[in-house]
Every structure is written in C-alpha cells, then in structure tokens.
C-alpha cells in the first residue's frame, strides 16, 4: 500500500488552479507498485505494468495483401501487357512451393510470399487468356500488394509502455504477439462514503426533509470505470467524532477514502472535523466552477479525498481530483484531455481566473459545422443537466466571454470517464 506523509497535499496558495491540482496530485501521490497477471480477456481497462517488447515481428513473415498473382520484378510488363503461365497455388495458412522463372503464383490474401516473388497483381487487374495464362497489365510497381515481414512492427520494438491504459486493440496487439496473460497493477481499492443527515438509502423510507442519497452511486460507477475495486460504505452522519471513527478505521484495507459532502466551511460541515481529527487536512479552494471547495487530507498514511455535495460539483470535481489520484495511485501514465473544438450555439459570461465546465449537448447545425448548446439551467444541484447533456464546455481561466459563433472546447463525458 502506497503510504503518503500528512503534508503531502498542503499547498500554499491561496487559490490552485485546476492544472496545479492536477500536478500536486501526479507529483506527490505513490503508485501503490503491487501487479498481477490476467488473462487477456481481462486485460481490457487495466494498467500496463511493465512495457511489452515486440517478441516476434508483425507480420512474422512476408505475405500477399491481396487475392491474385505473384511473380519476381524481373517478370513485370514494363510497357504494354504480358502473359504468364500459371504455376503453383498458395492459400493463407499454407506454403508454396518456389516460383518458377517466366511462370506466375496464384496467391490469396495472407499466403506467404512464394520464394523468388516478390510483386502480387490484384486478381480483378488482370484476365485469363484462352490458354489459361494470366495476362498481367503494364506498369505496376516492384513489390506492389505485399506486406513485408516487420512492416507493421520489427522485432524488439516497444509496443506497449509501462503505465499505459489498456484498450481493445492492445490487447489484439498482445494476443499478435503470442503472449496469453499480461502484467497490470492491482486495482485500487477506494471506500466510499456518503455523508450528510439529509440523505436516505435508495430503498429505505424517506423522511420529509430527507433526498435519496444518488452521489455515492454516481461516485461508484465512476470509480469502476476507472478499474477501482469500490467498498460501498453507505452514508455518514453529521457527527465528528462517529465519522472519524469510521474513517479511520477503513484507512488500512483501502488505497483512497473517498466522501462526497460536508466539506463546505459552514458549521454543519463534519466531514472537515472529523478528518482532522482521524489525520491531517487541507481545503483546495480550487478555481473551478462548478466544483469548489475540495478537502484532501492524509488518514493513516492513506488518502482521503472529500468532494462537494452538490452532484455536478461532485462530478466535475471526481474528473479533475479523483480520475488523476486514481491514475497516479495505479502508475498511469495520466493522458491530458484534449478538448474538441466546436462552435458555441450559446452566450454566456464567466470571471476570469478560474475554469469553468458548461455542461452541453452537441448538434450538428445546418452549415454541418458540430455545435454545442449549453444547457439552460446552471445549479449546481441540477442531476437532469448532468443526465441530458452530452459532455461539459471548457472554459479556460482567462476566458472572460463566449458569443454565439465562437469556437469552445468541449470534452465528451465519453472520454473524461
Ligand atoms: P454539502 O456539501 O454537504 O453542503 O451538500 C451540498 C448539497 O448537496 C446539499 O443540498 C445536499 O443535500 C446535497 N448532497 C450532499 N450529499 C449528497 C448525496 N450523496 N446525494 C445527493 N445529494 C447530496
Ligand atoms: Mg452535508
């Protein structure tokens, strides 16, 4: 288990930008170093431990990339066309035997190139003569329709580094390569606390005053999209010392302790107390709207990330503080988002110094140009506007203003999970 000191999250500024964080956290937070071997089939959207060397070129031999005719360059027509006897037939899978001087192989998409050839004639740029030759056009070019041997990657290359998040076609890769399992870290383990009076369990009675408890569901996907191993905790009450028993006492089986609410400064906000009292704790004032303020602390050597309560601010938050402590306790190497630009179908007027994320929706505008449309509402409180929108506009902290007609970056929910 990866053990961090209590001021590994001070921080002296008095407000971080969302780039600060990011650093702080990538900078500051171990990865926790333990890895297993899975099988391929469940590789997908675990980290790459250690870097895989190509232990075998791609394509390991030299073949045809198409169904039709091998000869040597030294047989290809140059100016007007040529016939050629046919012999010897290579299908994918087999070997053939060598070509003869002045004759034509017939071959299929993934033979190996029949020893002496080295150019394929597609089968439908050529014909049959009434003597059952194949009558080769002028003008292709030596080595025309063939794959070489390491074309696609030559033996010992690094295909695969160390930290990388597995996709689909890694995993192809891997399986190209022979191997059968792959080295990943161990999935990180976080618990998840609601907490706030407020909240009922989904399924319980509600009181009056009381909101079903929808964070920590949100939280919980969120994490095993990120390949988390999630305790669900439950909920929390508004009592310091009680949620600091129960916080302490997960630190040691769990990598991260994650809660969302009572981290405001106000005086119902536990989750602050209780921290300090069970370790040690620093409010980010982070400048990001929505989403602040965030409370990292250290329990127990493990630690703890207490996001806000109201849910867009818990989830634009997560993105930006959980995603890179997640990456980092895990040895990820951390992708930046990379916004896509598209055109504001919107105004909307914001301060500078902080970034904020609008949430939207894309269309595709009648001039075909991919527009984004805010959504109308902006509380902070407001699941519909997380749930009906597609992905969230970036606003960069000097951006003062966006005009209808103006380019935006905007980040698919799609690719920030
Ligand atoms: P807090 O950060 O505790 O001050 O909460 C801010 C707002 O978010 C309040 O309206 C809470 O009722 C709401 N809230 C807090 N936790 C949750 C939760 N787990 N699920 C849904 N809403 C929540
Ligand atoms: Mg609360």
Request: glycine letters at 10%; proline letters at 7%; one cysteine or more.
């Amino acid at each position: 288990m990866a053990q961090l000191s209590d001021d590994c999250f001070a921080f002296g500024g008095p407000m971080m930008s969302v780039d600060e964080a990011v650093g702080i956290i990538t900078s500051r937070v171990t990865a926790v170093g333990e890895t297993e071997r899975v099988a391929l089939v469940e590789a997908d959207g675990r980290i790459l431990a250690h870097e895989v060397a190509a232990p075998l070129a791609l394509p390991p031999f030299t073949n045809s990339a198409v169904d039709g005719y091998a000869v040597p360059a030294s047989d290809l027509p140059r100016d007007k066309e040529r016939a050629l006897p046919v012999a010897g037939r290579v299908q994918a899978g087999a070997s053939g035997p060598a070509a003869k001087s002045g004759h034509a192989v017939r071959v299929f998409t993934g033979a190996p190139m029949p020893e002496g050839t080295d150019t394929v004639f597609m089968q439908e740029d050529v014909r049959i003569d009434a003597a059952g030759q194949v009558v080769l056009p002028a003008g292709l070019k030596a080595g025309a329709n063939v794959r070489p041997a390491g074309e696609d990657i030559p033996i010992g290359t690094i295909a695969l580094k160390a930290g990388r998040h597995l996709r689909p076609q890694d995993i192809a890769l891997a399986a190209a390569f022979g191997l059968t399992e792959l080295d990943v870290t161990r999935r990180i383990r976080v618990a998840v606390f609601s907490t706030g009076d407020e909240l009922a369990f989904p399924g319980t009675a509600r009181g009056a005053a009381q909101l079903f408890d929808s964070n920590r569901f949100m939280l919980m996907a969120m994490l095993r999209r990120l390949g988390c191993e999630v305790s669900d905790l439950g909920i929390l009450r508004d009592a310091r010392e009680p949620l600091a028993a129960a916080l302490k006492g997960v630190a040691s089986r769990h990598d991260l302790i994650l809660t969302t609410g009572g981290v405001s400064t106000g005086e119902e906000d536990h989750v602050k107390a209780g921290v300090e009292s069970a370790g040690s704790l620093v409010l980010w004032r982070m400048a990001i709207k929505p989403g602040r303020p965030v409370a990292m602390g250290i329990i127990g050597g493990t630690p703890f990330i207490g996001l806000p309560g109201n849910p867009v601010a818990s989830f634009v938050t997560f993105v930006h503080v959980v995603r890179p402590t997640v990456l980092a306790l895990s040895g990820a190497v951390p992708a930046p988002f990379v916004p896509m630009p598209v055109r504001a179908a919107f105004a909307y007027r914001k301060k500078s110094g902080r970034r904020e994320y609008v949430r939207a929706t894309l269309r595709r505008a009648e001039d075909g140009v991919l527009e984004a449309l805010k959504f109308p509402r902006e509380g902070a409180g407001l699941l519909s506007s997380l749930v009906d929108t597609d992905g969230l506009v970036e606003l960069d902290e000097t951006v003062t203003k966006v005009e209808p007609g103006g380019r935006v970056g905007f980040l698919a929910y799609a690719n920030l999970l």
